[in-house]
């Protein structure tokens, strides 16, 4: 019901920002809740963060927090997910994620999908 395009990644220097963006497709974007996740090479796919379908809450995993923001643009069908400060080991492979009504958390959720954007943070 919803299509996800990722874009924004690149390579960055540590201590550097990117910004993230997730395009979706549908009339009903503003009725999902949104995530980011990533997988970086030899582990699983982890929660980064998220925000419900209303702009009322957000979450963030613990390694991000104080230096991420997800949020949303609903009259533009995008998530956005703004990251400063960044580590090397951000890097990975970003993906966008959508689950009606409520935030996906992880990957049991079953959201949808887009295809992903990497994030090389150098040292």
């Known amino acids: 019901q919803v299509q996800l395009v990722e874009s924004g990644g690149g390579l960055v220097q540590a201590g550097g920002s990117l910004r993230l963006s997730c395009a979706a497709s549908g009339r009903t974007f503003s009725t999902y809740g949104m995530a980011w996740f990533r997988q970086a090479p030899g582990k699983g796919r982890e929660f980064v963060a998220g925000?419900?379908?209303?702009?009322?809450?957000?979450v963030y995993a613990d390694s991000v927090k104080g230096r991420f923001a997800i949020s949303r643009d609903n009259a533009k069908n995008t998530v956005y997910l703004q990251m400063i400060s960044l580590k090397p080991e951000d890097t990975a492979v970003y993906y966008c994620a959508a689950r009606p009504g409520v935030i996906p958390t992880k990957p049991d959720d079953q959201p949808y999908w887009g295809q992903g954007t990497q994030v090389t943070v150098s040292s």
């Open positions: 925000i419900n379908r209303n702009d009322a809450g957000t």
